[in-house]
Nanobody
Framework: QVQLVESGGRPVQPGESLRLDCRAS????????MGWYRQPPGRQRELVAR??????????EYGDSKKDRFTLSEADASNTVYLTINNVTPEDMAMYYC??????????WGQGTLVTVSS
């Protein structure tokens, strides 16, 4: 069973930067996709960013309106995927979930890490 453990969520003020970590219990290259989703209060879960691997390589995909302030990166040695949020806005307040999908479509979710934004 794959485990995804998120950390880094905390109260922040608008304009701050924040990094969320997701550590997987297995090598990142065993997953076809790995990344972050978020669910703001009262709204549906949405894609923030993910890495998609194929035979031709890996590419990073960002959700709508996420490309300019969000950066997805990974550290293969520690099986960790990072999400950096720059210039946080109140709209970024949400529960952030780490997600991974294997090549045979099995997928896994972390428990979530909460980001709250207040001035």
């Amino acid at each position: 069973q794959v485990q995804l453990v998120e950390s880094g969520g905390r109260p922040v003020q608008p304009g701050e930067s924040l990094r969320l970590d997701c550590r997987a219990s297995r090598n990142l290259f065993t997953f076809k996709q790995m990344g972050w989703y978020r669910q703001p209060p009262g709204r549906q879960r949405e894609l923030v960013a993910r890495i998609i691997r194929s035979r031709s390589g890996a590419r990073t995909e960002y959700g709508d309106s996420k490309k300019d302030r969000f950066t997805l990166s990974e550290a293969d040695a520690s099986n960790t995927v990072y999400l950096t949020i720059n210039n946080v806005t109140p709209e970024d307040m949400a529960m952030y979930y780490c997600h991974a999908q294997e090549y045979d479509t099995l997928e896994y979710w972390g428990q979530g890490t909460l980001v709250t934004v207040s001035s």
